[in-house]
């Protein structure tokens, strides 16, 4: 009885100490002050306000917490963010910064990290360089402007020349009325002189234009040209437009206009048989036309001549691509089929290039070599998703042998980090529906069955340093690039991967060892460098 007294005791004791504990983690804090005399803002501070054009000190504010959360900060984290339902304060201390987090600098020795850090933030300036334009410049239009311009949609190409639209004077009534416009990488003419007005500066950088009526001028400023004397491909002009007291700016964008690649549209009724005339919704698509199957292998012979076996069973006369680097490549033969040999053990994404750059299609299907179509693959369905919406590129479902089926839909979410490198965050789940579709949804990353427009996966590519695991790099890759759907009800089997030990051939437990590296292999560690230098990600969090 008296045992029983004292460990009831020391239990109270203990309960007692850990809801002391509980309390001081859980009390709640003010938010972190940020003012302009203290050191420099801890990670919960929000980010400065933008200076505005005009200050006025002497106006109080009051920020509101709700919105400036929403707001880009000076640093990002890949902490876990607070789940719904009930907070666990002690779950960080005890379970560490969440789900999926994962800092990308580990990837490299201590002593290697700052030298990593020089070089990638260097190249970072190189590409910022390259890929900025002047028409990606900040431009406050004054308030109250006699003067019109275009705000945006002005277009020429390289060295040539261009009417200059929407240019006029809105001013009340003067003796003389002029405006100056000035390029920094082209001059300034007209194309017609009107009677009354002055012009100085033609052909040149700097352009005025004066006269007594204002009718007269705006009718002159309708005929002004730009021409652009500086070659770029791909930039832009920032025109300064003024008169007395006034001043503004336009962008006139000078590129080459994307050349277009258009493929030729599939004629209905040629060659798959009774796939191509389904009459459910499908639309008639000439599959073999527009689709080329495309998979990569490595030893697994007897799971791709079953999947060869099942696309041939519904889509006859489809091109199939094969990349292989098996180290004793075994003959393929059929119609409508081409193996391509790799250097042994060259790698997933390696295969995954050489395949998409033999398809000649409109459209690209990537499946594994161990799927098996059914009669719910139906490409037409695909196709018509891809044929009337903006999409790239859209997934399926794959389904396990257990009955399993899965889209692996992700959402992913970069949020900027300042010199440090950005933060990835992944998700499982969309965006919101697809119209017209309703078994389909907008998400950012899709499972290894999907299809695709040929010229946007190329463009995108897929990085041949990821040998052995690799997947959900090339959607990261394909961000602000690639827009990406899903659709769960194109289904595709997953052959089997349920055997004995003792029952797998000699091929299959070759895959495995080379399918599934071990702890100490380097193949994650690269990931992580590659994620830290080439996409400049300081860290990674997933739910």
Sequence with gaps: MRGAQRALCLLLVASASLAALYLHLWA???????????????????????????????????????????????????????????????????????????????????????????????EYRNYRNRVQTPADRLLIVPANSPLEYPA???????????????????????????????????????????????????????????????????????????????????????????????????????????????????????????????????????????VTVATKTFLRYDKLRGLIASIRRFYPSVTIVVADDSQRPEPLSGPHLEHYLMPFGKGWFAGRNLAVSQVTTKYVLWVDDDFIFTPRTRLEKLVDVLERTSLDLVGGAVREITGYTTTYRQRLSVRGGGAGGDCLRTRPGFHHRLAGFPACVVTDGVVNFFLARTDKVRQVGFDPRLRRVA???????????????????????????????????????QYNRYRYPAARDDSLRLKQRLFFFKNRFKCMAGD
């Excluded at 106006?59 to 509101?64: A, E, N, Q």
């Design 152 to 290: 945006q949609g002005v277009e020429v190409r390289p060295l040539q020349t261009v009417l200059v639209p929407g240019l006029s004077l809105q001013a009340p009534a003067r003796n003389r009325y002029q405006v100056n416009l000035t390029a920094s990488l082209g001059t300034l003419a007209v194309a017609a002189e009107v009677e009354g007005v002055a012009l100085r500066g033609e052909g040149q950088p700097h352009l005025s234009l004066a006269a007594a009526h204002l009718d007269h001028l705006n009718r002159q400023l309708q005929f002004v040209t730009y021409t652009n004397t500086q070659f770029h491909p791909d930039t832009a002009d920032i025109v300064q437009f003024s008169t007395d007291g006034h001043s503004a700016a336009f962008a006139i964008r000078i590129r080459h206009p994307p050349t277009p690649r258009l493929y030729g549209p599939g004629t209905p009724g040629d060659g798959d048989g009774d796939s191509d005339s389904d009459s459910s919704g499908d639309g008639g698509y000439n599959i073999s036309a527009l």
């Design 471 to 509: 997947h959900l790099e090339f959607f990261i890759d394909g961000l602000g690039v690639l827009h990406v759907g899903s659709c769960e009800d194109v289904v595709v089997d997953h052959a089997s991967k349920l055997a004995l030990p003792w029952r797998r051939s000699e091929g299959e437990r």
């Design 28 to 122: 709640p804090k003010g938010p972190p002050q940020c003012g302009p005399a203290s050191p420099p803002p801890p990670s919960g501070c929000h980010p400065p306000l933008p200076p505005p054009a005009r200050a006025y000190p002497h106006v109080p504010f009051r920020l509101k917490e709700e919105v400036m959360e929403l707001l880009p900060r000076n640093g990002c984290s890949c902490e876990a963010e607070a789940e719904a339902g009930l907070a666990l304060p002690l779950r960080r201390r005890l379970f560490g910064p969440g789900p999926g987090g994962l800092d990308f600098a580990s990837a490299f020795a201590p002593g290697e990290r700052p030298r990593q850090l020089r070089l990638r933030e260097r």
